[in-house]
């Protein structure tokens, strides 16, 4: 049963930062079991009716660690939490959030510090120079300069150190998997060709583009976790934390590593439950916790095409934005007056060869943009966008805060006739695949000789 539906929208351009933020990796395989499910075959002697001897609270233990030698201290701990707050635009963590989030920044720091160990292993080694470029880099897409960078990462508790350190193992491990991995993945032409085949098959079939927040549940624990389920949904409904981010926090799946990406699926792969959940979502919204036999699961449904058919989200648009702001104190009535104004004086809008003339008499700042897809708006703009004719213009919106919208429509560039993908894309898509699967044998065959001494 679907309970308790919600939509959840974020703001235009509200995104992760910066990729060098995000986690390595391309979207998980459909999966809707935890890391560690019940198995009747574990191999391992374990008595039914077992007795704990001692306490064990892993809240208790600082968040140190020795990993083989290399130190890891709490400060590092730390500013990594705050990094990926900055990176995920969530100013404010609770203290139990903040809690559960060092203990997986924590896991999160010994894999990286495996990795660059093994990489330096095996001779690679990533210079300073080139740690510095992907370190502007990065700062030139929060659009400030390298000195602005390492003051705003200050400010917000973390430090231009611990971004270098991601940097370096993401690098590190990026060019291990390229010479020790890549070179033993072959894809033969008969894969190619028969996933081509399938998908020529399956023309016209509806996909969906899904995310997954699992919780695992059984008989002794299953009202608590449709509780935490609850509690979870009322953090999306705040619009602080985006998806992906509690995602990687709370979920029970392997797919929490890729913020709970269930890639392109179709109904048929999924179990009932979430298929007849699935099939109701419009793009944007967020519905559960939906109930299946193993737990509770929330989904978000980011997008949805039909395989090898056009897709008019697909159109690119030609665009100018109109944005006027309003001064710091600015009540929420005096806002809305002007954005009731603004409204107005943007259905006079003929075309887009009048907009500069119309924004110059309400002070309102002009951006053009000629590559726009409808597919990566915000839902509520790519619902308004589809029905909208060239020199027409959306309603306002925005925020008091971040001052108030309005896009005029100056053309479109509607998309071809579904096409197949070419076999090098899809022999790359499935090289880079079982790259990821071995990377990820790889990394727990190094958690598990690893020496780890926790202080």
């Known amino acids: 049963m679907v309970k308790n539906r919600i939509r959840v929208v974020n703001g235009l351009g509200r995104i992760l930062a910066c990729a060098a933020l995000a986690t390595l990796g391309t979207s ?56 990926i707050a900055v990176a995920n635009n969530v100013p404010d963590i609770t203290d139990e959030e903040r809690q559960r989030l060092k203990i997986q920044v924590l896991r999160q720091l010994i894999d990286e510090t495996l990795e660059i160990q093994e990489a330096k292993a095996a001779d690679i080694t990533i210079t300073p120079d080139e740690i510095t470029q992907s370190y502007a880099g990065v700062a030139r897409k929060f659009n400030r300069t390298v000195p602005e960078m390492a003051k705003y990462l200050r400010a917000s508790g973390s430090s231009d150190r611990s971004l270098k350190r991601q940097i370096e193992g993401e690098l590190a491990w990026q060019r291990y998997l390229r010479k020790r991995v890549n070179p033993f993945v072959n894809v033969g032409d008969e894969e190619v060709n028969a996933i081509i085949d399938r998908l020529q098959q399956a023309k016209g079939t509806e996909e969906y583009n899904l995310h997954e927040l699992y919780l695992a549940a059984n008989d002794t624990n ?19 934390q985006p998806f992906e981010a509690l995602a990687r926090q709370f979920s029970d799946a392997s797919t929490k590593s890729v913020g709970g990406d269930l890639g392109w699926v179709r109904l048929a792969t999924l179990p009932q439950q979430l298929a007849d959940a699935a099939q109701q979502m419009q793009v944007g919204q967020v519905v559960g916790p939906v109930e299946t036999a193993g737990g509770f699961s929330i989904l978000y449904l980011t997008d949805k095409r039909q395989v090898l058919t056009a897709d008019a989200r697909d159109a690119k648009l030609n665009l100018k934005q109109l944005t006027i702001r309003f001064p710091a104190g600015t009540s929420q009535a005096d806002a809305s007056a002007r954005a009731a104004e603004f409204a107005k004086t943007v259905q006079t809008i003929q075309g887009c060869g009048s907009v500069g003339k119309i924004a110059a008499t309400i002070n309102a700042e002009v951006v053009d943009n000629d590559t726009v897809r409808i597919r990566d ?3 509520p703009l790519q619902e308004i966008l589809l029905k909208m004719q060239v020199g027409q213009a959306t309603p306002p919106f925005g925020s008091a805060a971040e001052g108030v919208r309005a896009l005029v429509l100056c053309g479109r560039d509607d998309p071809r006739g579904g096409e197949a993908p070419r076999p090098d894309q899809i022999k790359d898509q499935l090289e880079q695949q079982r790259v990821n699967l071995r990377a990820q044998g790889k990394l727990r065959d190094l958690r598990r000789d690893a020496v780890i001494e926790y202080r």
């Not at 890391?35 to 233990?61: E, H, M, S, Y």
């Not at 449709?226 to 949904?233: E, Y």
């Open 28 to 83: 998980g395989i459909a999966q809707t079991v935890p890391d560690q499910a019940d198995a009747p075959a574990t191999n391992l002697d374990i008595p039914q009716n077992l007795q704990i001897f001692g306490k064990f609270d892993p809240n208790v233990r600082k968040p140190t660690a020795i990993v083989n030698g290399t130190v890891i201290t709490g400060t590092d701990v730390d500013q990594r939490v705050a990094l």
């Open 222 to 240: 299953r009202q608590p976790k449709f509780d935490a389920a609850r509690q979870i949904i009322q953090e999306l409904q705040k619009g602080q």
């Open 377 to 379: 708006l915000p839902p």
